[in-house]
């Protein structure tokens, strides 16, 4: 039998559609599965997906697959456990982070987290010869230095705006070698002000996300500009534009994730905000002393949050001497989060700050020492959304 070269391509042409075709079937399979389980008690959820491969689909199916039954697991042990103390605390970070957030790692490595930055901050104001019994003292004598402070009204608002878009373009030639190529409307962000009405109406900070064709802006709250001064929001646009949250927010709105991997990976986008803070100081942007400062103090922070929320939770510290550690470290509140409001929220949302603290951590950890492989391990973790911290190897 004489087989043309029309059929051998014919035939080469199917098989190399097939594995497309099978990925396809697979993934609306787990698709169809996991939105059965959205509705089913943890017990029977994990077992309608038990029979599916975890490894047969696209990338982002299984990651969805994976989150799915890792959450779900959590959520049955969750339903024997204790409601307070430590065992349930740790389920619930586990929850919204990964597996490998037990509370015994996180609660070391905020720990030494917490020490590295009031170590770093203490050096910088010693060479800043800033006067202060503690570093929190420091922290609230910088915030008041009129030098660093805008003024009240709308010429110091533009500066302040200016300010940002000038850190967002010393951002920018900087993306490619640290996350790869993003999306153009990634790129094109940018910062506005609220405007008077926005003001009067009580709105807030918020992002305007970028789509395909549509730009992306923070809007930044500036009505109390007094208390945001200079040197803190460098570390704002990092976190809030690139390559925070206007490049990890748009990239996943592309991919979309199933709502149980929003679940169970909910705190890996505020996670990724400080991390994105993190590998911007990594970097070397914030080498001017005031903007590591700056910098240092929104760390400060985050890693504050994170331990007050187990010494509520699970070392049963009473508030008052929660928030006292918070002034000790910090000095002044974060613009949006007053010491008594934040403690009281934190009480009332076990796990979330310690989460949200402890994934930039982990991220930092598992990024590989060679900053030549910094642009593929980040890419990899922004391209099909957000993932649990077991799944970011």
């Known amino acids: 039998m004489i087989v043309s070269r029309r059929h051998l391509l014919a035939g080469a042409g199917a098989l190399a559609l097939a594995p497309v075709k099978a990925t396809a079937s697979n993934d609306a399979a787990v698709r169809h599965a996991l939105d059965e389980a959205v509705a089913l008690p943890p017990d029977r959820a994990l077992a309608l997906l038990e029979p599916l491969s975890a ?50 790692r996180v609660e070391r490595d905020l720990h030494a987290a917490h020490g590295a930055l009031v170590a770093r901050a203490t050096a910088a104001f010693d060479r800043l010869d800033t006067p202060g019994s503690s570093v929190g003292a420091r922290f609230e004598r910088l915030w008041r230095d009129p030098q ?14 200016d300010a940002m878009r000038t850190t967002l373009a010393a951002i920018q030639p900087r993306l490619p070698r640290l996350v790869g190529a993003l999306p153009p409307e990634c790129r094109a962000v940018d910062v506005r002000a609220l405007t008077a009405d926005e003001i009067a109406a009580g709105k807030g900070g918020y992002r305007i996300l970028p789509g395909a064709g549509a730009s992306g802006t923070y809007v930044v709250d500036l009505k109390d500009i007094r208390r945001r001064p200079s040197f803190s929001l460098p570390s704002v646009v990092a976190h809030e534009l690139l390559p925070g949250h206007m490049a990890q927010l748009p990239l996943e709105a592309r991919a979309q994730p199933h709502p149980l991997r929003l679940r169970y990976a909910a705190a890996f986008t505020e996670g990724w905000g400080g991390y994105a803070e993190m590998l911007m100081a990594d970097d070397g942007l914030f080498a001017e002393p005031h903007a590591l400062l700056g910098h240092l103090h929104w760390m400060l922070f985050r890693i504050c949050r994170g331990l007050a929320d187990i010494a509520l939770h699970v070392h049963g510290v009473h508030p008052d001497r929660a928030l006292a550690q918070m002034q000790a470290a910090m000095g002044e509140p974060v613009y949006f989060a007053p010491f008594a409001a934040d403690v009281a929220r934190i009480a009332k949302e076990p796990g979330l700050r310690a989460a949200e603290a402890w994934l930039p951590l982990r991220l930092r950890a598992l990024r590989p020492p060679d900053r030549r492989r910094w642009q593929r391990y980040h890419a990899a973790l922004l391209q099909a959304g957000r993932r649990r911290t077991e799944q970011c190897h």
């Open 148 to 161: 660093y402070l805008f003024p009240d009204d709308a010429e110091g608002h533009a500066v302040a705006v």
């Open 55 to 104: 490894r047969s689909g696209s990338l982002g199916s299984d990651l969805d697959l994976q989150a799915a039954r890792a959450g779900l697991r959590i959520d049955l042990a969750l339903a024997h456990a204790p409601a307070t103390g430590s065992r349930g605390f740790d389920l619930q970070v586990q929850r919204i982070t990964g597996n490998d957030a037990e509370l015994p």
